[in-house]
């Protein structure tokens, strides 16, 4: 994922670059394709890019439509096309090839916060509007992207990198002794806002932030229900067509390159999820890397996944690559460790 970082100053005062450059900095290891930062006054962006469809080969980082509202974000859309198309509707015509990024800067000068009814995929971002004096950031639905948030003394900061806030000299190392606990006694994080520090917060899935008139407001823009339109058909091999069109458009979502790589466990979801990319990668006619990769354990665990993937692999001429779990369980050195891991593994 590419590594997105805001400085705000709520009393006016203007963002130090000095620091601003330290924070982008830590989070090279997120972006290695490009790196920016940008300053307004109280207001400081910094961003590294990762480099991971077609169209993210014309972004820049940190972007602006029109010189007024800009975006730092690590963003993937789904459903470009029906996105494109609302956009048109409303007088807005864009080129097929227009980024992820650009999108939403376009969605949200129609839409203003409303753009998350129009968004999907996954995604964090934070958005300065320069006329409105405000901060716009979001969060995906489900919280593929983190997204970790900190209002200390006349400071707000966000990113998606937790140690790259810690950088920041409002933001202390109190610990979050209720956090800790909890995790120590269930195993994972009950609370969704908090973090294993106690200045930091994460904005949890399917929420907004925003930042306007000396206010902070959090919102959840999506809720999932129970309730679904029916969908009948007379004949049972209809209802076979439906999933499967839906589920190629899925596949076909997040497959936006043509060098990609999947999980394949051998089971029935990931091999339907393999076989569909690569079918689909190879109806473009184009060239195409595709590959596999299977977590397998040599002593430590009795499984046969590496057995079923390999079986799979075979039969459809995907080349496959084995990961024994065993070479990974040895400890890093602690200096990447503690660089790398921010607070508690769920």
Same mark, same amino acid.
């Given at each position: 994922?590419?590594?997105?970082l805001?400085?705000?100053?709520?009393?006016?005062?203007?963002?130090?670059?000095?620091? +601003?450059?330290?924070?982008?900095?830590?989070?090279?290891?997120?972006?290695?394709?490009? $790196?920016?930062?940008?300053?307004?006054?109280?207001?400081?962006?910094g961003?590294?890019?990762?480099?991971?469809?077609?169209?993210?080969?014309?972004?820049?980082?940190?972007?602006?439509?029109d010189?007024q509202?800009?975006?730092?974000?690590?963003?993937?859309?789904?459903?470009?096309?029906?996105?494109?198309?609302?956009?048109?509707?409303?007088?807005?015509?864009?080129?097929a090839?227009?980024?992820?990024?650009?999108?939403?800067?376009?969605?949200?000068?129609?839409w203003?916060?409303?753009? *998350?009814?129009?968004?999907?995929?996954?995604?964090?971002?934070?958005?300065?509007?320069?006329?409105?004096?405000? +901060?716009?950031?979001?969060?995906?639905?489900?919280?593929?992207?983190?997204?970790?948030?900190?209002?200390?003394?006349?400071?707000?900061?966000?990113?998606?990198?937790?140690?790259?806030?810690? +950088?920041?000299?409002?933001?202390?190392?109190?610990?979050?002794?209720?956090?800790?606990?909890?995790?120590?006694?269930?195993?994972?994080?009950?609370?969704?806002?908090?973090?294993?520090?106690?200045?930091?917060?994460? +904005?949890p899935?399917?929420?907004?932030?925003?930042?306007?008139?000396?206010?902070?407001?959090?919102?959840?823009?999506?809720?999932?229900?129970?309730?679904?339109?029916s969908?009948?058909?007379?004949?049972?091999?209809e209802?076979? $067509?439906?999933?499967?069109?839906?589920?190629?458009?899925?596949?076909?979502?997040?497959?936006?390159?043509?060098?990609?790589?999947?999980?394949?466990?051998?089971?029935?979801?990931s091999?339907?999820?393999?076989?569909t990319? $690569?079918?689909?990668?190879?109806?473009?006619?184009?060239p195409?890397?595709?590959?596999?990769?299977?977590?397998?354990?040599?002593?430590?665990?009795?499984?046969?996944?590496?057995?079923?993937?390999?079986?799979?692999?075979?039969?459809?001429?995907?080349?496959?690559?084995?990961?024994?779990?065993?070479?990974?369980?040895?400890?890093?050195?602690?200096?990447?460790?503690?660089?790398?891991?921010?607070? *508690?593994?769920?």
């Open positions: 994922m590419s590594g997105i805001g400085v705000i100053n709520l009393d006016g005062a203007p963002v130090d670059r000095k620091q +601003l450059v330290q924070m982008t900095n830590y989070m090279a290891f997120r972006g290695p394709d490009h $790196q920016d930062i940008w300053l307004k006054q109280q207001v400081g962006f961003h590294t890019l990762l480099r991971t469809t077609f169209e993210a080969e014309r972004e820049q980082g940190i972007t602006t439509l010189g509202v800009w975006i730092t974000a690590d963003v993937r859309l789904d459903g470009r096309e029906e996105l494109i198309g609302k956009l048109a509707a409303k007088g807005r015509q864009l080129e090839q227009v980024t992820d990024v650009e999108l939403v800067l376009h969605a949200y000068h129609l203003g916060e409303d753009a *998350l009814d129009h968004l999907m995929g996954d995604f964090a971002f934070g958005i300065w509007d320069e006329r409105a004096q405000r +901060l716009f950031c979001a969060h995906d639905h489900f919280g593929v992207v983190p997204f970790y948030y900190a209002k200390v003394k006349n400071c707000l900061i966000f990113s998606n990198t937790l140690n790259a806030l810690r +950088l920041h000299p409002a933001v202390s190392d109190t610990l979050n002794e209720q956090t800790i606990g909890d995790f120590l006694l269930v195993g994972y994080y009950p609370n969704l806002t908090t973090t294993t520090f106690a200045d930091i917060q994460r +904005l899935p399917a929420h907004s932030l925003v930042w306007a008139g000396d206010a902070l407001a959090i919102r959840r823009y999506y809720q999932l229900t129970e309730e679904t339109n969908v009948h058909y007379r004949r049972p091999a209802y076979i $067509q439906h999933f499967q069109s839906i589920f190629d458009q899925a596949v076909a979502d997040r497959l936006r390159t043509a060098k990609a790589g999947t999980f394949l466990s051998g089971g029935m979801d091999t339907s999820i393999a076989v990319a $690569q079918a689909l990668l190879r109806a473009t006619g184009k195409f890397d595709f590959r596999a990769y299977t977590i397998v354990y040599e002593h430590l665990v009795t499984d046969q996944e590496g057995y079923y993937a390999g079986l799979v692999a075979e039969a459809s001429a995907i080349p496959i690559e084995y990961l024994v779990a065993e070479t990974y369980l040895q400890a890093p050195p602690l200096d990447t460790l503690c660089c790398r891991v921010a607070g *508690l593994v769920n």
